[in-house]
């Protein structure tokens, strides 16, 4: 077996100092951006390959519209809980 490089952590991107409004339905999977890179925040597109970070799966409980953290600092992933306001 090859040896393979270990996989340094990369710090996450501030995408935005503001959550995102998402309306999400009941039942379906959303997959939220935590490195800061994806083109379509808040969710992932796969720009975190090699950062070191994944994303964080959220199962939506209820239909609803929910606010996401925008940027990546929250203490309560995937959810804004206003970390944005003292960066």
């Known amino acids: 077996m090859a040896d393979q490089e270990p996989v340094t952590k990369t710090a996450a991107l501030i995408a935005q100092k503001a959550p995102y409004g998402v309306d999400v339905e009941a039942g379906?999977?959303?997959?939220?951006?935590a490195c800061g890179r994806s083109a379509k925040q808040p969710f992932c597109d796969g720009s975190h390959k090699g950062t070191g970070i994944t994303?964080?799966?959220?199962?939506?409980?209820k239909s609803a519209k929910v606010w996401m953290c925008g940027c990546k600092a929250t203490k309560t992933p995937p959810f804004c809980d206003g970390t944005h306001k003292s960066l």
């Open 28 to 33: 379906k999977t959303y997959y939220w951006c």
């Open 55 to 61: 994303p964080l799966a959220h199962q939506a409980e």
